[in-house]
């Protein structure tokens, strides 16, 4: 069965320094992978996919991930963090058995300090 | 486009009321989704529709019934509510292979 793990509830980091959220998976064949963000009180909102190709995929406000088929990680990365960026981060892996639908990690609270 | 649209936005149910959560996408996606959101859990899939008339079982689909008449709308239904489905309720839609687009949410507390 597929499943994604995001080993740290919660991440620290200072404005400035570069922030990493990590995600690995188990999947049966090509993963498509997702990373989204959640604000308090919101719906969740995209911020990149893996499909297939270059394992170093940009996404919005920053963000990028990398692909490693290797290590069956993919963890989230930003260079300079921002106080914004301090929100609920998930990572997630297509349902190979559910459709197109999401199977989502636990989700890792980013938090970003001044 | 209004996105992905859900009604209400906030509901206190007893046990054993029964109530209807609405979704509605403009996006003319032919997949959608339900998903709840309980703390430290991340997102259950509750049920699912490739296409208008047709839906299928999610992981957690016990309590909870939906139907698909139309493209547009995906109403989940909860018909003896229990205090285990207080939650975060998401819809989502896409075109399929692509990212989903998700709604505020609905927050439900049975009590």
């Known amino acids: 069965a597929q499943s994604v793990a995001q080993p740290e509830d919660q991440v620290n980091v200072a404005e400035g320094n570069p922030l990493t959220v990590k995600c690995t998976y188990s999947?049966?064949?090509?993963?498509?992978l997702f990373w989204y963000v959640q604000y308090p009180n919101r719906g969740l909102q995209f911020l990149l996919k893996?499909?297939?190709?270059?394992?170093l995929v940009k996404g919005s406000y920053g963000f990028e991930a990398e692909f490693n088929k290797s290590q069956t990680s993919f963890h989230l990365k930003k260079p300079s963090a921002l106080v914004s960026d301090s929100a609920l981060y998930f990572c997630?892996?297509?349902?190979?058995?559910?459709?197109?639908?999401?199977?989502f990690g636990k989700g890792t609270t980013l938090s970003v300090s001044s | 486009n209004a996105g992905v649209t859900q009604t209400p936005k906030f509901r206190i149910l007893k046990i054993g009321q029964s109530m209807t959560l609405q979704c509605t996408q403009d996006?003319?996606?032919?997949?959608m989704y339900w998903y709840r959101q309980d703390p430290g859990m991340g997102l259950k899939l509750i049920y699912y529709?490739?296409?208008?008339?047709?839906?299928d079982k999610g992981e957690v689909p016990n309590g909870y019934n939906v139907s698909r008449s139309t493209t547009e709308d995906f109403p989940l239904r909860l018909e003896l509510a229990a205090p285990s489905q207080t939650s975060v309720y998401f819809c989502?839609?896409?075109?399929?292979?692509?990212?989903?687009?998700f709604g505020p949410g609905t927050r439900l507390t049975v009590l």
């Open positions: 997630a892996v297509r349902d190979g058995e559910a459709g197109t639908a999401l199977i």
């Open positions: 999947v049966s064949g090509n993963p498509y």
């Open positions: 893996y499909i297939t190709g270059d394992n």
């Open positions: 996006m003319n996606h032919n997949y």
């Open positions: 529709s490739v296409g208008a008339g047709i839906t």
């Open positions: 989502a839609s896409n075109r399929g292979e692509v990212e989903q687009f």
